[in-house]
């Protein structure tokens, strides 16, 4: 395979959404692992992590946020192995925080590769694992006569794997389905012991779920697909059963369409069932699930459905909206989307080694964090893993599917997950946060009660309560941006000079805000910033764009201000924009190259 360096590359469709999507809580991000027969060596699997990841160099990288969309840039941190320390699928993208988007760990037996999203789809993260765990098997039985082995195509290049797949098969004259889609019947039972993902693990014969499948005439999915629904239904009251049971399937498009990319290259079908309206019987509840799949599993299809993902994004108009309204609009259209599907069946098909390391490996897994009820599966040789996560109690659900697999004779043997006991993540930085506020704000309120009783004639409780309210905002940008100190560096510039107009305003307009601290703060910040980046040895795209904002903000609005004649006295004005000025004019001279990459890089639509 060509070892090269990936490049900085736009999100694909899917990642668009993830991006913007994603929180504390609905983290979308999803986890493969696989269980060996012997206990993990996590110091072989730091190297194997190590060599694996000069494969999939673009697995390295940052979440950056520009203008118009989030793009993905090559970083120099370096993946760790650690002991599993948290709960599982919990969230990898922190924003303003340099971080990767992916994670291994371990624990006994475990090795577990975690993924956002934004990274890779279910079908470029078991390439990765399968890599990690081919590697480390190598590592620690190359001794007792085990040979390397290829698992990816000799030929395949950081081009193939960075390939937005989306693009190369999006053709604009494809006509896009127009389908009105009902609401479907919504899992709102939440669990006593608070949000927490809840993971139950099951392991069934492959061979089993085949045969009576092919008994059937169906694939196994739809076999399973039709199992899931009833599983459901059961469970629903006279009133809820109006509305049908909806599953949403994700399908892999590398199926229709040829594709290496290691990307998000997926889309999903919907099958859905009234079980009101329409026969209630197996039977007929199987044959609708496999009329469904069948005309909707085509290519031409896939296409269309390409297109109606890719149409809205390369909207002229809306490509040009701000990136913030952009997040507000999918985050308000994943919340209605929610609406239309009850629950998720993901099955991620079987994990294939080669017959040499076989012997070492008990079986693969995944399971994923969304806010839908989810069951994943996925096979190793005969052990058919299944997953069902969810922050509702769904206990219920899961034995009926369980029941119904024994009514068909498919016998299932739960596995309990291993966790490690691990403290709930601190928010103990919160809890001082919200101290701190509760405090400012009762000085502020007894300022104004004061001044309300006393009336004195230096309006000190006002200029007190004003000063807190000061104070609080600016440690509010500084706590809630901590996680990157040039952002924050940028934003106190900006409230701070605000605040200090209002001030001046306030207290009969002297000037003093435009003439000395506009251009006194815009110099310290340019100044402030230049020495975070060398202390932390930051590369130049990550602090350049903030210094040309800082510098662009220090030298436009004190010239507009001279311009219109509201600064007083403009000689430290006309030396601060001089400042600005001739740091631009440097940038462009001495670091063109990579001024026109960062802007090419956050302006991109």
Not at 181 to 191: E, G, P
Not at 223 to 251: D, R
Not at 527 to 538: D, L, Q
Request: proline fraction near 4%.
């Amino acid at each position: 395979m060509s070892k090269k360096k990936a490049r900085w590359r736009k999100l694909d469709n899917a990642a668009k959404l993830y991006s913007a999507a994603s929180n504390k809580k609905d983290t979308r991000v999803f986890r493969f692992y696989c269980e060996l027969k012997e206990e993990v060596n996590p110091d072989v699997l730091q190297e194997a992590l190590n060599q694996t990841i000069e494969i999939f160099p673009t697995f390295l990288m940052v979440l950056r946020k520009g203008l118009f969309w989030h793009y993905l840039e090559p970083c120099n941190l370096q993946p760790i192995v650690k002991e599993e320390y948290k709960e599982p699928c919990s969230r990898l993208y922190i924003k303003d925080k340099k971080t990767l988007l992916f994670e291994v760990t371990y624990y006994k037996k475990r090795i577990n590769f975690e993924a956002f999203h934004v990274l890779t789809d279910g079908t470029g993260a078991t390439e990765f694992l399968k890599e990690l765990v081919k590697n480390y098997l190598y590592l620690i039985h190359k001794e007792n006569g085990l040979e390397p082995v290829s698992l990816l195509p000799e030929d395949m290049t950081v081009q193939d794997q960075e390939a937005d797949s989306f693009l190369k098969y999006y053709s604009k004259d494809q006509k896009r389905p127009k389908k009105r889609k009902l609401h479907a019947f919504q899992i709102r039972r939440k669990k006593k012991d608070g949000n927490h993902l809840h993971v139950h693990e099951s392991v069934v014969s492959v061979q089993a779920v085949l045969n009576r499948s092919r008994e059937l005439g169906v694939s196994m999915t739809i076999f399973l697909t039709a199992l899931f629904m009833m599983a459901i239904n059961e469970e629903m009251s006279k009133m809820q059963k109006k509305k049908p049971v909806v599953l949403m399937v994700p399908v892999n498009l590398r199926k229709f369409f040829p594709s290496l990319s290691m990307l998000n290259f997926f889309h999903w079908i919907e099958p859905g069932y009234n079980f009101t309206t329409q026969d209630q019987s197996f039977e007929a509840i199987l044959k609708y699930t496999k009329e469904f799949f069948e005309t909707e599993l085509t290519k031409e299809k896939m296409s269309a459905h390409i297109s109606e993902l890719l149409a809205l994004e390369l909207h002229p108009i809306l490509r040009l909206a701000p990136l913030e309204l952009k997040n507000l609009c999918i985050q308000t259209g994943a919340k209605y989307s929610e609406k239309n599907t009850t629950a998720i069946f993901s099955n991620m098909s079987a994990v294939k080694m080669h017959a040499s390391y076989v012997p070492y490996i008990e079986r693969f897994g995944v399971y994923t964090n969304t806010p839908k009820f989810e069951l994943c599966l996925c096979s190793f040789q005969d052990k058919l893993s299944f997953a069902f996560t969810s922050r509702y109690d769904t206990v219920n659900i899961e034995r009926n599917f369980y029941r119904l697999l024994k009514e068909q004779g498919i016998a299932s043997e739960k596995v309990k997950p291993e966790f490690p006991k691990t403290d709930e993540p601190s928010e103990q930085e919160m809890k001082v946060y919200k101290i701190y506020s509760f405090l400012c704000i009762a000085i502020v309120a007894a300022m104004l009660v004061a001044e309300c009783n006393s009336h004195p004639r230096v309006r000190w409780t006002l200029f007190t309560a004003g000063g807190v309210v000061t104070m609080w905002i600016t440690s509010s940008i500084g706590f809630f941006k901590r996680y990157n100190l040039l952002k924050n560096a940028m934003w106190q510039l900006f409230i701070g000079t605000i605040i200090c107009f209002i001030w001046d305003a306030l207290t009969g307009w002297h000037s003093w805000s435009v003439d000395l601290v506009l251009p006194i703060m815009s110099v310290s910040t340019l100044t402030a910033m230049f020495v975070i980046a060398k202390v932390r040895k930051s590369p130049v795209r990550e602090y350049l764009i903030y210094e040309i904002m800082a510098a662009g903000y220090g030298l436009i609005l004190p010239v507009t201000l001279l311009l219109c004649k509201v600064v007083k006295n403009p000689t430290v004005s006309m030396f601060g924009s001089l400042i600005c000025f001739l740091f631009l004019v440097a940038v462009i001279l001495f670091k063109g190259r990579e001024f026109k990459e960062e802007m090419q890089k956050n302006l991109h639509v």
